[in-house]
C-alpha cells in the first residue's frame, strides 16, 4: 500500500457537525500537509504541521500528529455545506524531494 | 487564486497530435511540479523541476517531456499519447528549503486532458 492513507474513503454527514478524517504513512516525514480540492479543480493547500509538531489549529481546522503510530487526523469542526470537498493528506518525506498525497477522503456535507 | 496559472484549462486531442501545456507561477518560487491525477488515483508526481534542474521524474514514458525555461515557467510537451493519459493534469510551485522536507505546495487550477 502507499504512502499516505486516508480513511474513511468518503464521509457524509449533516451541516453543523464535526468532520474526522485520519491518515496513516509508512515512512519518515519531515511534515505532513493536508490539502483540499473541489471536484475538477487544483488542490488548496488547508495546514501543515512539522515532525516535531503535535497539534495544529487553523480556524475551524485541527490537525494531530502522532509520529510514533505515524498518523495524523484532520477535525473540522461545525461543517458547513462549503466544505464538500475531497481531503488529502501529503507527506514530506526525509532527505527526499517527493511530497506523496493519499488518495483522499470525499466529504460531502449536507445542508 | 493562488498564484498558479495553468493553460488551456481543456484540451481534446487525438492520439497522432502534438500539444503542450503550460504553467506559470507568480510566487517568486524556485520548484515545480507536474503531476497527474486520475479518476480513483492518487496524485501521481511526475516531474519536479528545482532551481530550473530536473530533480525528480517519476518513471514517465517519453511521450509526456517537460520543459522548465525559468523558474517561472513550466511546460508539458505531449505527443502520440493513449486514451488512458486522460487526466487531469496539475501543476505545483513551491519554495524549497535547504533544511529539507518539501513545503506548502501551491497548485494551479489543472488542465483537464481528453485523449480521443
Known amino acids: 500500500s502507499q504512502q499516505g492513507e486516508e480513511d474513511p474513503q468518503a464521509l457524509s454527514i449533516q451541516e453543523g457537525e464535526n468532520a474526522t478524517m485520519n491518515c496513516s504513512y509508512k515512512?519518515?516525514?519531515?511534515?505532513l500537509q493536508w490539502y483540499r480540492q473541489n471536484s475538477g479543480r487544483g488542490l488548496v493547500h488547508l495546514i501543515l504541521?512539522?515532525?516535531?509538531?503535535r497539534e495544529k489549529h487553523s480556524g475551524r481546522l485541527r490537525v494531530t500528529l502522532d509520529t510514533s503510530k505515524k498518523s495524523s487526523s484532520l477535525l473540522i469542526t461545525a461543517s458547513r455545506a462549503a466544505d464538500t470537498a475531497s481531503y488529502f493528506c501529503a507527506t514530506g518525506v526525509t532527505g527526499g524531494f517527493k511530497t506523496i498525497f493519499g488518495a483522499g477522503t470525499r466529504l460531502f456535507v449536507k445542508a | 487564486e493562488t498564484g498558479v496559472t495553468q493553460t488551456p484549462r481543456h484540451l481534446v486531442m487525438g492520439m497522432t497530435n502534438k500539444k503542450s501545456l503550460k504553467c506559470e507561477q507568480h510566487?517568486?518560487?524556485?520548484?515545480m511540479y507536474w503531476y497527474k491525477q486520475s479518476a480513483k488515483k492518487p496524485l501521481e508526481l511526475m516531474f519536479v523541476y528545482s532551481l530550473e534542474e530536473r530533480v525528480e521524474n517519476n518513471s514517465v514514458p517519453s511521450r509526456f517531456s517537460p520543459e522548465c525555461p525559468n523558474s517561472s515557467h513550466l511546460f508539458l510537451h505531449l505527443h502520440t499519447l493513449q486514451p488512458e493519459d486522460s487526466a487531469l493534469y496539475l501543476c505545483?510551485?513551491?519554495?524549497?528549503?535547504?533544511?529539507?522536507?518539501?513545503?506548502?505546495?501551491?497548485f494551479g487550477p489543472g488542465t483537464r486532458l481528453t485523449v480521443l
Open positions: 505545483a510551485s513551491s519554495q524549497a528549503s535547504l533544511a529539507g522536507g518539501r513545503d506548502t505546495q501551491y
Open positions: 504541521i512539522r515532525s516535531n509538531e
Open positions: 510566487l517568486g518560487h524556485n520548484a
Open positions: 515512512t519518515s516525514i519531515n511534515n
